[in-house]
């Protein structure tokens, strides 16, 4: 019989679902093979999944292997999930239970960057309607991220632990090093982890990606306290994220120094339970225009960022289970604090006040309901409500203390006081619901319905961005954009329909969905004379051609489409595994698509299992997208498709050797979420898709005690 251990990648069908490593009983104390296998309240399915031998650094690659999920990269680390169309804040992300903002106002830092590949115990993807419990702002859906931490031992000797990580690759010579450590008994838990993760410029099938090169160190100390039914945990962090390209930002990271902690109490009974949790983080970012890239050839165009960041929460919920199934509820809050300032080091006398402390609260109560109604039937009904509080401080800048002509106030001057004067205090009243069915016909054949309401405030940046510029939670569309201040919440009105098949070989779980959004924010083209002509000016300043500004408006959107995730048992050792996704997004107040929109996609892969070893061969196919945003100017990607080998072999119950080869045919592509290139580069010109990498060999070990 196959044991499991507690490290695994999890994906939430309906219902939220378990996946977990299995391994044959002959390293199972210490390994965890690709196969994965989701346990649901009411069905299970065994998927292979092969994400555990890469070094990649991003935790959000991981995420393109959940059916209906893809990521928006913008560099190397800044990896930021999609799911069905949806991204950025709409996507609720946790961290070891935290709710984490990130600290620069264009998502260098998004949430999944503090929790690296190589330290993951599973990645949580909810799958379409996401659970009310799941956080606070699940509009797009839910991720839940959890690092490693050990177990408590069996008595009262304290017994070591842990794990060594090393790996390298070749396409930008990148080396990865992390160890983590726990001493512990049946009463305390001591852990230490620390982590170094580096690379170079990313090489492509004819030339070099300038800007990609990334450096980052963590260190991590927790405890862990348990007695009976009692148990606490401490955690203290420390992310320090070094030079490291953003190649389809206007800037590149200098550093990004964040502090992590965290304390957490959970009390389990017979037939109820307790948790609670408080966090906070401090962010300290710089970027700049000059230091990894080509610096600017007019020394008025040089730019600094500093940006500050300050998070703070908690949540309390408790759960009680009866004859009939479960009720869950709770109360959770949010703090996000930002100030950023930008300068010019060739320019003492400039500077922008871009954001002045501003401040985002939430406060949400939760109730959920999960009940069997009849002997096949399940139901999953949910409510929140949550009350968001946002203001900021006044701004000010160099472009404010321009003199305009014939004595009348200059743009930037009318921009500036136009925000100062304004109510900048705003509250919002959301609710969000949720109702779901299943229908379990038979032990091959289930049905599922789900119905909801969903909500969403105005981030900081879409609320407060006084001046146009390009500080947009990391959207990389080349454009400026202005905030409005008096934009409504989104409200999200959602279908969706499914099954779920399983016999002795085959297993398929499709759905689709549709989508309406009211309120959705978008850039639309600025009716702010004032900014439209601080755009022109700096440009005839300047000698650039910046297209006239956006401003965040409310429209009206819909979002439509078909996921599914598939396997195919062929024999004992040889399977066959899948997922395709497609999604259309689009305005619905007037004729055009939504901006970075994944295209429709597929993986699937062939894999033979043995006792010690494995080898999975994989095809990713994207179609080409020309469903784009004439809005934003964005540019058709021509379709492609991949070969990728990848296996890993047991050495012995400790030891294990990954490998594979990505792109095994050294093609050239482009991929649709990249983005366009900011940096000047010879191989690669300014506002032309950035490539994919080239062939890339890599090697992982990994051993466990």
């Given amino acids: 019989m196959l044991s499991r251990i507690l490290v695994s990648v999890v994906v939430c069908t309906g219902v939220c679902t378990v996946a977990t490593f299995t391994v044959s009983p002959a390293i199972a104390d210490h390994y965890h093979p690709e196969e994965l296998l989701v346990v649901g309240q009411y069905d299970r399915r065994q998927i292979d999944v092969a994400d555990t031998v890469h070094i990649t650094p991003d935790s959000a690659a991981l995420v393109r292997r959940a059916p209906g999920a893809n990521i928006n990269g913008n560099g190397p680390l800044t990896g930021i999930p999609q799911y069905r169309g949806m991204y950025g804040s709409r996507v609720n992300v946790e961290v070891n239970g935290m709710t984490l903002s990130s600290g620069g106002p264009n998502w260098m830092d998004p949430p999944l960057s503090y929790a690296p590949t190589a330290q993951l115990e599973s990645l949580r993807v909810y799958r379409g309607i996401a659970p009310v419990s799941s956080g606070q702002e699940t509009i797009g859906g839910a ?119 965290s304390i957490k109490y959970h009390f389990d009974g017979p037939q109820w339970s307790l948790s609670s949790k408080l966090y906070y983080s401090d962010i300290k970012h710089g970027m700049s225009n000059y230091h990894l890239r080509q610096a600017p050839s007019i020394s008025s165009m040089w730019r600094r960022n500093i940006a500050l960041g300050k998070n703070i929460g908690f949540r309390i919920d408790g759960q009680l289970n009866d004859n009939h199934g479960s009720w869950q509820f709770g109360i959770d809050g949010h703090k996000e604090n930002h100030i950023s300032d930008i300068d010019n080091p060739k320019s003492p006398m400039f500077f922008v006040v871009n954001f002045n402390d501003a401040t985002r609260k939430v406060l949400g109560l939760f109730a959920e309901r999960n009940i069997k109604i009849f002997s096949n039937w399940h139901g999953e009904f949910g409510l929140r409500h949550n009350q968001i509080m946002m203001d900021a401080g006044k701004v000010d800048g160099t472009p404010a203390l321009m003199s305009g002509m014939m004595g009348m106030p200059s743009p930037g001057q009318t921009l500036r006081d136009q925000f100062n004067n304004s109510d900048r205090s705003q509250i919002e009243s959301n609710t969000d619901w949720i109702a779901k069915l299943y229908y379990r016909k038979d032990e091959i054949l289930s049905y599922y319905i789900g119905i909801a309401q969903k909500m969403r405030a105005p981030s900081y940046q879409e609320r407060y961005l006084w001046l146009p510029l390009q500080a947009t939670a990391g959207l990389a569309d080349g454009r400026t954009y202005t905030g409005n201040i008096n934009l409504n919440s989104e409200t999200a009105h959602e279908l969706e329909l499914g099954l779920d098949l399983r016999n002795v070989r085959l297993e398929l779980s499709p759905r689709v969905f549709y989508r309406h959004v009211d309120d959705y924010i978008q850039g639309t083209p600025s009716s702010n004379i004032s900014a439209s002509m601080f755009v022109a000016m700096m440009n005839n300043m300047n000698g650039t051609t910046n297209t006239p500004p956006l401003e965040f408006n409310n429209v009206d959107a819909k979002f439509y489409g078909f996921d599914m995730d598939w396997s195919y048992q062929l024999n004992n050792n040889w399977s066959l595994q899948g997922v395709v996704n497609y999604v259309r997004a689009k305005r619905d107040d007037i004729s055009d698509n939504l901006y970075r929109i994944a295209p429709t996609n597929t993986l699937a892969g062939l894999r033979y299992q043995s006792t010690n070893w494995s080898m999975t061969t994989e095809a990713v196919l994207y179609a080409q997208q020309n469903k784009v945003s004439k809005t934003n100017s964005e540019q058709v990607t021509a379709g492609y498709g991949l070969v990728n080998l990848k296996g890993y072999w047991q050495l012995n119950n400790e030891l294990r050797l990954g490998f594979g080869i990505d792109n095994v045919l050294n093609k050239k592509y482009r991929d649709h979420q990249t983005g366009y290139n900011r940096a000047r580069n010879s191989d690669i010109k300014i506002g032309h898709r950035l490539p994919g990498q080239e062939r890339n060999v890599f090697i992982r070990l990994d051993y466990q005690w």
């Fill in 143 to 261: 991720i839940n991220v959890t690092t490693w931490s050990g177990e408590f031992g069996n008595d009262t000797n304290f017994e070591s632990s842990g794990r060594i990580r090393l790996g390298s690759q070749t396409s930008n010579g990148a080396s990865l090093l992390g160890a983590t450590v726990i001493s512990a008994n049946n009463t305390h838990r001591f852990k230490f982890s620390s982590l170094r993760e580096q690379a170079n410029n990313t090489d492509f099938n004819g030339g070099t990606i300038d800007s990609t090169e990334y450096r980052r160190d963590r260190h991590d100390v927790g405890y862990g306290y348990q007695i009976g039914n009692h148990s606490l945990q401490i955690d203290a962090g420390r992310n320090e994220t070094g030079d490291s390209g953003t190649p389809a930002l206007p800037m590149d990271i200098e550093f990004i120094d964040s502090d992590l902690a």
